[in-house]
């Protein structure tokens, strides 16, 4: 069953967009349908059932989210317990999706090393951010066991020992720290044995004995006769290779997946929040385009390409299933005096006026067995162009500094560069001129400037004067 119609763009072939407020709006058809209650649900990623939900709205337009391919589907629910989509989603790749204005600061954090604070649950593998174990693998007493092997085990999947450590446990990687490469890579245990020991005939009753007195102290070993019997047998995963484990060999077990310790966290988001240094901070209270994008998947635990049998045949190889259960969105914080900032909210791209703005990702799963991973999270403020006037100034003769103040503000406050790609302010000058005028213009800076008048090379005061700095 899906909804009559599909959701489609104009023409049936690509998106509609336009830019509004420097912002790159998608638009598409509404779907004519007999059922109320259609909503047009969005995503971000190459496959619908891979990629990532942005959110559901009634109506167009959507803005867009950082830069890759959308994809929209029509959905309602004509009945409880029963949510039906249209049959094909429509997609549409954007690039450029903010129009270039003056780039006051961004940052790419996978690209930059994932250098800001990370909530116990989070960590970094291979490069992506990710969800961890809940368990605090710190309590685990000793991390690693180890084991000497009792007899050698020339093939098969059983290892004897004399003793084991009473903290190794099923699911623990096994390797083999004497003998190399005998014991395969991934190697778990499956099974363990512990075997009563014997110490020969017991004699007497199963009543209680009363020994007496212990008058003097052992002096020597005692001895309870022979042992029948090795003390434990380990199952491992795969079977010993080459010639085998040797008797004597030292057997290491170790927690195999450190970062799923104690079980993928569900159903809290937990927070990777960018370093200080990456904090964007204008100077001054701004109206500020800010955009930023990310990109989750949702990758089964333990998922591993070598220990699949039969790559060619898997359905789902880059378990694209296990998006469906995990989540992550963008926080901003905003600051109105660079330094006391306001509470956490979601991000949607938009203007948001003030002088600092701060950023966090939130990753979330509702499958302790589906771990959501971050790919992509980057970041970027952007400034409109500023113009300041300074009128009808009286300038002395030894010249007259001006420190820069934005239009109808009280307090001082620099640029953050030049028009274009100059790195300083651009200066204009008008006044009422007289025969040999001139003007110099020194100590420029984002911050201010001085400015001098002379007349045949001696200076001179001038009065309605009018100054124009322009920049960002």
């Keep these: 069953m899906s909804v009559t119609g599909k959701v489609k763009f104009f023409n049936d072939t690509k998106g509609y967009t336009n830019y509004e407020a420097g912002f790159q709006k998608i638009y598409w058809d509404e779907v004519a349908d007999f059922r109320n209650g259609i909503l ?14 942005i959110r559901s709205q009634a109506h167009p337009p959507f803005i867009a989210q950082g830069n890759g391919t959308f994809l929209i589907k029509a959905r309602c629910q004509p009945v409880a317990g029963l949510i039906v989509y249209s049959e094909n989603a ?13 780039l006051l600061a961004g940052f790419d954090e996978k690209a930059t090393g994932w250098t800001g604070t990370f909530q116990n649950g989070i960590g970094i593998d291979a490069g992506n951010l990710r969800l961890g174990g809940a368990g605090n693998i710190l309590g685990v007493n000793p991390l690693l066991q180890s084991a000497v092997t009792y007899a050698a ?3 098969g999947n059983v290892l004897s020992f004399g003793y084991l450590p009473p903290d190794v446990a099923l699911g623990m ?10 014991v395969p890579v991934l190697a778990t245990v499956t ?6 020991i014997d110490y020969g005939s017991v004699v007497g009753t199963a009543a209680d004995v009363d020994y007496g007195a212990v008058t003097t102290s052992a002096s020597t070993d005692m001895d309870y006769g022979p042992v029948t019997g090795v003390s434990a047998t380990v199952t ?3 079977p010993v290779a080459g010639g085998g484990v040797l008797s004597g060999d030292t057997i290491v077990f170790s927690i195999p997946d450190v970062l799923d310790f104690g079980g993928v966290i569900t159903d809290t988001p937990v927070y990777y929040t960018i370093p200080p240094a990456h904090i964007v901070n204008a100077g001054s209270v701004v109206q500020a385009s800010v955009n930023a994008s990310t990109q989750i998947v949702g990758v089964p635990v333990g998922q591993n390409v070598l220990a699949d049998a039969d790559v060619l045949t898997d359905p789902d190889i880059l378990g694209s299933a296990s998006t469906q259960y995990v989540d992550g969105w963008i926080e901003i914080a905003l600051s109105q005096d660079g330094a006391t900032f306001g509470a956490w909210q979601k991000f949607v791209p ?10 966090r990702l ?3 799963s509702s499958d302790a067995n589906s771990i959501a991973e971050a790919l992509a999270f980057s970041f970027a403020v952007q400034l409109p162009s500023r113009i300041d006037h300074y009128q009808n100034l009286s300038v002395g003769s030894a010249g007259t500094s001006i420190t820069f103040q934005r239009d109808r503000t009280a307090a001082p406050a620099a640029f953050n560069g030049g028009p274009g790609t100059a790195d300083l302010p651009y200066v204009s000058v008008s006044w009422p001129p007289q025969a040999g005028d001139s003007y110099v213009i020194s100590a420029l800076s984002l911050n201010s400037l001085t400015i001098q008048f002379a007349n045949g090379g001696v200076p001179v005061s001038r009065s309605n004067v009018n100054i124009t700095v322009e920049g960002y």
Excluded: C, H, K
């Excluded at 938009?350 to 950023?359: E, I, K, L, R, T």
């Design 40 to 53: 047009y649900e969005i995503r971000q990623g190459d496959i619908w059932d891979a990629a990532q939900f």
């Design 90 to 102: 429509s997609a549409i790749e954007i690039s450029g999706n903010q129009l270039s204005l003056n």
């Design 153 to 155: 085990t020339t093939s």
């Design 173 to 182: 990687a096994v390797a083999d720290t004497t003998t190399a490469a005998v």
């Design 191 to 196: 099974a363990i044995n512990i075997n009563a």
């Design 236 to 238: 491992i995963s795969a």
């Design 350 to 359: 938009g203007v948001f006026p003030a002088m600092a703005w701060n950023f």
């Design 362 to 364: 939130a990753l979330q």
